[in-house]
């Protein structure tokens, strides 16, 4: 079966460097949704608690589920509302708002620019009335980045509006309100970290988002991802491979079948510009639903090893790879 290797080392490594930026571990929240980037939610969410990381954010309830027991504090960013004492909702509409119950703990979110959820600035009275008349605690305040990663303005623009929704929120009297807008970009391009979370996702498992303009924190991948052998064949000069038959033997090789395809949420890609594997091996022809064909006849090979360069060949980034690989491969964790 092909598998997914955790590396703990890394992970720990790349924790610690965020926990240096932000001043202290109490600071992180990891993000756990989408079964952790893919790197499997129970693994990553008890090597992250016993690191000393208490808060989580997560996509909906049945998540928070998963790994309630682990945390102290999770944030929810959608879905039913079903209060819970260590649970805080994203609140991202007026509409939300009103249907939420009495009591309920929201992180109240801010549109500062990204335009994707929130409410507006202007909303912001109307929303203080009714969370006061409905009695729903106000944990929380937060926004997110549309491009943090990028060199620009934009960054800038959003943080300006968030400061002025912290100001706000004061004047209204609330008081033991966490602020919250960066991810893992924010914190990577903060020199001064002064807000009091971070949402951390993507660092925390080791790519770093950010445009190489600026000042790199070196982070490690976690995962990596294997194929085992499934046969072996030789192939003569001109004997062709798999699906439409798209690679042509050049001369005699042997081949072999490895256990990973689109089935498992690996890319079939385009067949014009095969993948390479880290130790050099193109994927020949076409990748079926559980199957792809390499040279030679080694039991076991790695297919990635660094998520974000498999993302460049694929024209697009380290999390959807991540993320697309099934929740049913299996993931070990290993110390390296
Ligand atoms: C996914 C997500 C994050 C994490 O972003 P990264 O770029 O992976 O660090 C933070 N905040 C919200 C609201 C998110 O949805």
């Not at 720990?12 to 930026?21: F, G, V």
């Not at 991540?322 to 491969?329: F, S, V």
């Given at each position: 079966?092909?598998?997914?290797?955790?590396?703990?080392?890394?992970l720990?490594?790349?924790?610690?460097?965020?926990?240096?930026?932000?001043?202290?571990?109490?600071?992180i929240?990891?993000?756990?949704?989408?079964?952790?980037?893919g790197?499997?939610?129970?693994?990553i969410?008890?090597?992250?608690?016993?690191?000393?990381?208490?808060?989580?954010?997560?996509?909906?309830?049945?998540?928070a589920?998963?790994?309630?027991?682990?945390?102290?504090?999770?944030?929810?960013?959608?879905?039913?509302?079903?209060?819970?004492?260590?649970?805080?909702y994203?609140?991202?509409?007026?509409?939300?708002?009103?249907?939420?119950?009495?009591?309920t703990?929201?992180?109240?979110?801010?549109d500062?620019?990204?335009?994707?959820?929130?409410?507006a600035?202007?909303e912001?009275?109307?929303?203080?009335g009714?969370i006061?008349?409905?009695?729903?605690?106000?944990?929380?305040?937060?926004?997110?980045?549309?491009?943090?990663?990028?060199?620009g303005s934009e960054?800038?623009?959003?943080?300006?509006?968030?400061?002025?929704?912290k100001?706000?929120?004061?004047?209204?009297?609330?008081d033991n309100i966490?602020?919250h807008i960066?991810n893992?970009?924010g914190?990577l391009?903060?020199?001064?970290?002064?807000?009091?979370?971070?949402?951390?996702g993507?660092?925390?498992?080791?790519?770093?988002?950010?445009?190489?303009?600026f000042?790199?924190?070196e982070?490690?991948p976690?995962m990596?991802?294997?194929a085992?052998?499934?046969?072996?064949?030789?192939l003569?000069?001109?004997?062709?491979?798999?699906?439409g038959?798209?690679?042509?033997?050049?001369?005699?090789?042997?081949?072999?079948?490895?256990?990973?395809?689109y089935g498992d949420g690996?890319?079939?890609?385009?067949i014009?510009?095969?993948?390479?594997?880290?130790?050099?091996k193109?994927?020949l022809?076409?990748?079926s639903?559980?199957?792809?064909?390499l040279?030679?006849?080694?039991?076991?090979v790695?297919i990635?090893?660094?998520?974000?360069?498999?993302?460049?060949?694929?024209?697009?980034?380290s999390?959807?790879i991540?993320?697309?690989?099934?929740?049913?491969?299996n993931?070990?964790?290993?110390?390296?």
């Open positions: 079966m092909a598998y997914i290797k955790i590396n703990r080392s890394n720990i490594h790349n924790l610690s460097q965020i926990a240096l930026k932000a001043g202290s571990v109490n600071k929240a990891i993000v756990l949704k989408d079964n952790a980037y790197h499997g939610v129970g693994k969410a008890k090597i992250a608690s016993n690191f000393g990381i208490t808060k989580a954010v997560v996509r909906n309830y049945a998540e589920k998963e790994i309630e027991e682990l945390f102290d504090d999770i944030i929810v960013l959608g879905g039913a509302i079903i209060p819970s004492p260590k649970l805080s994203a609140i991202n509409s007026i509409e939300k708002l009103i249907s939420c119950p009495n009591d703990r929201i992180e109240l979110k801010i500062t620019g990204m335009h994707r959820n929130g409410i600035l202007d912001l009275q109307i929303a203080i009714m006061k008349d409905k009695n729903i605690d106000l944990v929380g305040v937060m926004s997110h980045f549309a491009s943090a990663d990028e060199l960054y800038f623009y959003q943080y300006k509006n968030f400061q002025n929704v100001k706000i929120i004061n004047e209204y009297g609330f966490r602020f960066h893992s970009a914190i391009r903060t020199k001064e970290f002064k807000e009091d979370l971070v949402r951390l993507i660092g925390a498992y080791g790519y770093n988002p950010m445009d190489s303009a000042e790199n924190v982070l490690k976690v990596s991802l294997f085992k052998k499934v046969s072996s064949r030789m003569l000069a001109g004997q062709r491979v798999g699906y038959g798209e690679f042509t033997a050049p001369k005699e090789i042997t081949v072999s079948t490895y256990d990973l395809g690996w890319r079939r890609g385009d014009k510009q095969p993948y390479i594997t880290p130790s050099g193109e994927i022809g076409r990748v639903m559980d199957f792809i064909t040279e030679g006849d080694k039991e076991e790695c990635m090893e660094d998520a974000n360069a498999t993302a460049k060949h694929f024209g697009t980034i999390y959807e991540t993320c697309a690989l099934h929740a049913n491969i993931r070990t964790i290993v110390d390296a």
